[in-house]
């Protein structure tokens, strides 16, 4: 099994090396957006999912790339994985590029949690809602982690992190594009204290039909509600270097050609990375070249 995937690019963080430190979708939240599809296995409970010294090896092996950050994120929750902190220590013994962690920060709250981040260099947390209601309906939490306690669990780390934090806010037409939901948004943000905020929406297919993006110029409206003012960093247009790549994305729409495809289909098929298969499917749909089909439980991509 492989932990470790490309670099793959990113606007944010340049040349991402990603490891995935979770079993597929195993994740505190179902959030409506979410890229990945609908959360399997919704938990509090924090594994060793993953031999740390086999994902150490991974990534010291791919560091001749020469990554600008390597990024823990993935395929859930990687705050649920117990050996984060080995990580993170295993990491700096040996490089000194710097380690992004990418959270939905709902396990911030744990003090345990913070201790095993505090090294990082770099954090992304997330905030998708200002009140419970939202956070309910867009996240659809764990039952036992409350919007109060979330909250608290973001201003705690800017008490206890040293490092940089960028908070992501999510926004969704329908949900969170309305402006009081802005406002009480950019209240907790307040209270959070980030370095950065980075405003996003949906401009991957999301796990909800229902979930809807909002276009570039209503986010960069809601930037100034924001303090420090909010930046907008939603990829409407991807296009990315080939090289920045293992695979092409000639390769993924070639097997689109021959046949309708999942995302299981094309990672499998071409043995590539779940983000990497995304981030070409997300250029292909841009351009117009492939679409994508929903049935009741599976999205497929096709050549139009
Ligand atoms: S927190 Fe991230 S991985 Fe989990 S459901 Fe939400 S978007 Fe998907």
């Keep these: 099994m ?16 990603g490891v995935d430190l979770v079993p597929f979708k195993m994740c505190t939240y179902d959030c409506i957006y979410c890229q990945l599809g609908c959360t399997t296995d919704k938990s509090l409970e924090r ?13 010291k092996e791919k560091i001749a790339l020469k990554p600008d950050y390597i990024t823990l994120s993935g395929s859930g929750e990687p705050t649920l994985y117990t050996g984060i902190g080995d990580i993170i220590e295993g990491i700096r013994a ?12 709902s396990l911030l709250w744990k003090k345990e949690v913070r201790q095993a981040i505090a090294n990082a260099h770099l954090i992304i947390p997330s905030l998708d809602a200002g009140n419970t209601l939202m956070f309910n309906a867009v996240n659809r939490n764990h039952p036992d982690i409350s919007f109060e306690q979330m909250l608290d669990g973001l201003i705690a780390l800017r008490d206890d992190f040293t490092g940089t934090i960028w908070l992501e806010v999510f926004i969704l037409s329908g949900y969170t594009a309305d402006i009081a939901e ?23 297919p999301p796990a909800e039909e229902f979930a809807m993006t909002v276009n570039q110029a209503q986010l960069e409206e809601m930037c100034q509600y924001f303090e420090p003012e909010a ?26 050609q021959r046949r309708p495809c999942s995302i299981d289909d094309i990672t499998t098929g071409l043995h ?15 351009d117009k070249r492939i679409e994508m089909v929903r049935t009741v439980n599976r999205i497929f991509y096709r050549t139009c």
């Design 2 to 17: 492989s932990y470790v995937f490309g670099p793959v690019p990113s606007r944010r963080l340049g040349r991402s090396l």
């Design 47 to 59: 594994q060793p999912f993953v031999p740390a010294d086999k994902v150490l090896e991974e990534i």
């Design 94 to 105: 040996f490089t000194d590029i710097p380690i992004a962690l990418i959270t939905n920060g």
């Design 182 to 204: 802005v406002k009480q948004m950019a209240a907790c943000a307040k209270r959070i204290r980030p370095d950065r905020i980075q405003l996003n929406t949906v401009t991957r």
């Design 231 to 256: 930046e907008v960093i939603a990829d409407f247009r991807e296009v990315h270097n080939q090289t920045d790549f293992t695979t092409t994305r000639d390769a993924v729409e070639e097997m689109l």
């Design 272 to 286: 590539i990375h779940r983000h990497e298969a995304l981030k070409h499917l997300q250029e292909l749909l841009a």
